[in-house]
Nanobody
């Protein structure tokens, strides 16, 4: 059974940092693209970043560029999303998800989802 489990969320002050983790089970990261998405209350789920299974390249949504970094620990089958320079508008539930597409920032391409981890940015 394929599973993705996020952790690492929490309460952080504006300008602070967090590292989110996504542990995958029964999913070969050499063949699955992993995406990060977020959803704030009352808003649609939006893409944040993805790590391509094809070439290991990362893609970022515009507001994440320069602040967020996605990377992978091959030995632990874990992916990370480092969040720097956090702003109040980054507050949301963050999800990781798996797709067989070589690269995609569209949630419809993702078949498997984790349960999410809450990030709250507030002073």
């Amino acid at each position: 059974q394929i599973q993705l489990v996020e952790s690492g969320g929490g309460l952080v002050q504006p300008g602070g940092s967090l590292t989110l983790s996504c542990v995958v089970s029964n999913l070969n990261l050499d063949y699955w693209t992993i995406g990060w998405f977020r959803q704030a209350p009352g808003k649609k789920r939006e893409e944040v970043s993805c790590l391509s299974s094809l070439d290991g390249m990362s893609t970022y949504e515009d507001s994440a560029k320069g602040r967020f970094t996605v990377y992978r620990d091959n030995a632990e089958t874990t992916l990370y999303l480092r969040l720097n320079g956090l702003k109040a508008e980054d507050s949301a539930i963050y999800y990781c998800a798996g797709s067989r597409a070589s690269v995609s920032m569209w949630s419809g391409d993702y078949a498997y989802w984790g349960q999410g981890t809450q990030v709250t940015v507030s002073s």
